[in-house]
């Protein structure tokens, strides 16, 4: 079965301490969720149209997990914590195998 992935690159951060705040929610969420954190920040090289910025890869089971995780009612509180803190591009993406 392909896993899923979530997959969310930072455009701008407007405000730090919202996503202090969603950090804190957001991290207990994935793992509740069956999700494992595998890339949060860090060194980054672009490429083509490509924009060095903030970029978190979680990894699921599968799709639908990585779907259910991010309907959880804990994920949707982190979300309300981060708000308009930050501008992002967030999706939720299957693997190949």
Known sequence: MPKGYWVSAYRTIADPEKLAAYNELAAPAVKAG?????????????????????????????????????GSAAYQEALAALSDGVERDFRIVEGIG
């Open 34 to 70: 069956g999700g494992r954190i595998l890339v949060r920040g860090g060194r980054a090289v672009a490429h083509d149209a490509g924009i060095a910025e903030r970029t978190v890869l979680v990894e699921f089971d599968s799709f639908e997990q990585a779907v259910a995780a991010y």
